[in-house]
């Protein structure tokens, strides 16, 4: 026995070294492979090849690891509008690129403003004198936009072409919290403040009516006008107002009624799609089995290619795209805490300015004045400050611009929603259905307050208006001071209602009509560069070797393995799933922990299926929701 216990613990022992041994292999290969930096491929003579396979976005968010990898899900894909646009620019003036392959089959949208500006870019392309070919199976309004500045439009001949305009219906509360016994406390600041409406009424008030029809109408005069210029001879009337004459058109064949209307100018499939491309740049050399026909380089490679300059001065450019949330949350959510900090960690990096990009349909009231105080740190080291808004900055977003000395908007941008307010939700009576009630002995009228099983005392309730309309008294006084108005002037234009960049300036929330290359000339003019170099200096934290790593996995270029839409109803379905996603995450927000908030709802429809990230639903509105939508 004693001989047989001394092999049985030689044995235990081999075996524990082979797993250390194991282990040790498995982390060393781990680590090489995350720190591994790939080499950036060759650029090849003929196409740009950009395969659009998900949405336009300000700031690429980081994917959660872990999510990742139990969802066995690649993520949704998401382009930089900036490295797009760039990519294009640089294609318009370098002779190795002959052609620009635009591939929008899976192509997700992501806010007019961003689609405009890879619009422009295309333009620049063409007025080069290189041809920009784009192919889908089916487009949507996002799709149609780039893809009308094309020189030639491809669809399947089982897809086509279809824009429905801006607008859409809004999900209501009020009866689901009627039915079980919810009550919505609302605590706001603003008669356009309609971001509280789903929770106390069936339907929309006259005066979020109103305002809707006012932003709607201004991005849908935008979109037509855009669509107009770029092809003189297309009218979408019918196919708005009158579809099914429409697509009689075309015989009830939506590809060939897309193409009689001008939206598309041959149909063909992928093969006969990438055939035309090997006709324009030429064949691939030795092309792979599965590999494109044609010579091309993708835009990862293409970017990797053509580093931004980093002559002359720094201009630094800290971003604030997606809901402002308390904490350290993003990039795709803007962290107060985490944002402050990328501020003040490069306060002292010499930047002759400071650009603020903006692209939020704002969020929390206390995030948002954290980042605004470390943006006016910058202001008292006498480095200028200029604001550049993308597709939103409300709320929030506008609380955050109110620190630049020049704000800039575009026409189609979304910003204003100067309101505040708080959703707190008990369930005394949900409880009192199942026979249970509360009592209790209180020192003071707040004692146990605000108490969400038993509900709240009229003290609490006074309590929580007072502070939201503190909040918005400090929200109008910052928005004063910083255009030069009276509480009471920005009072007449705020009170929660949204306005597009155009009227923004005519009422002065806004300065100046541009993007960010306005901007950023602007700031390096405040900051003395004069005619001098300059470029830019994004604001961010070192990347995550693991994200980088996932990155790379999912990568677009052939590792993300998602579908595309295979014809219109297979595009309709796959948005239509992504705003089932974006109703849920809103109730789901509301039901949780959140503090005095400065958002736009109304805003989070307008930016773009994908760009525009949702709300935050904190894990514990889960179960009071599972509860609620599980009762019988």
């Not at 680590?31 to 650029?43: C, E, N, Q």
């Not at 998900?54 to 066995?72: C, F, I, T």
């Not at 349909?361 to 200029?386: T, W």
């Not at 307010?421 to 369930?427: G, I, K, L, Q, R």
């Amino acid at each position: 026995m004693k001989f047989a216990s001394k092999v049985w613990a030689l044995l235990v022992g081999i075996k524990d070294a082979l797993v250390l041994l194991l282990l040790i292999g498995f982390f060393t290969v781990l680590f090489g492979a995350l720190s591994l930096r790939p080499t950036p491929g060759k650029v090849t003579d003929g196409a740009l090849l950009l395969e659009l396979d998900g949405a336009l976005v300000e700031e690429k968010s980081a994917p959660d690891p872990l999510n990742v990898l139990l969802s066995q899900r690649a993520p949704v894909g998401e382009y930089p509008v900036r490295d797009v646009v760039r990519a294009l620019h640089e294609a318009a003036g370098d002779t190795r690129i002959k052609t620009v392959v635009l591939d929008l089959s899976r192509f997700l949208g992501g806010g007019q403003v961003h689609e405009r500006a890879v619009a422009r870019a295309i333009d620049e392309v063409r007025h080069a004198g290189k041809p920009v070919l784009a192919f889908a199976n089916a487009y949507a309004d996002d799709g149609v936009l780039l893809a009308a500045h094309a020189s030639e439009v491809w669809a399947d001949p089982m897809g086509g072409a279809y824009v429905s305009g801006p607008g859409g219906n809004h999900l209501y509360f009020k009866g689901l919290f009627d039915k079980y016994g919810v009550k919505a406390h609302i605590f706001r600041a603003g008669t356009y403040k309609s971001a509280v409406e789903p929770y106390f009424r069936s339907g929309m008030s006259d005066e979020a009516r109103a305002n809707y029809q006012d932003i709607y109408a201004a991005l849908w005069d935008a979109w037509r006008a855009d669509l107009s210029k770029a092809r003189p001879k297309v009218s979408v009337e019918q196919m708005t107002h009158d579809p099914a004459a429409w697509l009689a058109t075309g015989k009830g064949d939506l590809a060939q009624a897309s193409k009689a209307a001008g939206l598309v100018d041959r149909i063909g499939d992928k093969s006969e799609f990438d055939a035309r491309v090997a006709e324009v740049v030429g064949k691939a050399e030795a092309p792979k089995p599965g590999d494109l026909p044609y010579a091309h380089t993708s835009l990862a490679t293409w970017l990797a290619a053509k580093p931004v300059s980093k002559k002359g001065a720094a201009i630094g450019v800290v971003t604030v795209a997606g809901t402002i949330v308390d904490g350290d949350a993003g990039p795709g959510e803007a962290g107060g805490d985490r944002i402050a900090r990328l501020l003040d960690e490069n306060i002292d990096e010499g930047f002759k300015a400071l650009v603020v990009r903006v692209d939020s349909p704002g969020g929390s009231a206390m995030a948002s004045e954290r980042i605004r105080r470390a943006i006016m740190r910058y202001r008292e080291r006498k480095i200028p400050v200029v604001v550049s808004m993308g597709n939103l900055a409300a709320s929030g977003g506008y609380w955050v611009s109110t620190s630049g000395q020049r704000v800039f908007a575009q026409p189609d941008t979304i910003t204003g929603s100067i309101g505040v307010f708080a959703v707190v939700t008990s369930f005394e009576k949900t409880l009192a259905d199942f026979g249970v009630t509360s009592d209790g002995v209180k020192t003071t009228p707040l004692s146990g307050e605000p108490d969400v099983l038993g509900g709240f005392s009229p003290e609490v309730e006074q309590l929580f208006q007072a502070s939201v309309s503190g909040t918005y008294a400090k929200f109008t006084q910052l928005a004063a001071k910083a255009r030069g108005k009276t509480p009471e002037a920005i009072d007449a234009i705020g009170q929660g209602r949204v306005w597009s960049g155009q009227e923004a300036k005519a009422n002065g929330l806004v300065d100046e009509i541009g993007g960010m290359d306005q901007a950023l000339a602007y700031a390096a003019k405040l900051g003395g560069v004069g005619n001098g170099a300059w470029h830019p200096v994004y604001l961010a934290e070192p990347e995550d070797p693991f994200e980088s790593l996932l990155s790379g996995l999912f990568d677009s270029s052939g590792a993300q393995e998602t579908r595309a839409p295979s014809d219109y109803t297979s595009l309709v379905a796959r948005r239509t799933t992504l705003r089932m996603g974006r109703a849920a995450s809103d109730l789901q927000a509301m039901l949780g922990e959140t503090g005095v908030q400065a958002f736009c709802m109304v805003c989070s429809g307008l930016g773009g299926d994908v760009a525009v990230p949702e709300r935050p639903a904190p894990a514990s509105a889960a179960p009071w929701l599972a509860a609620l939508l599980g009762r019988r």
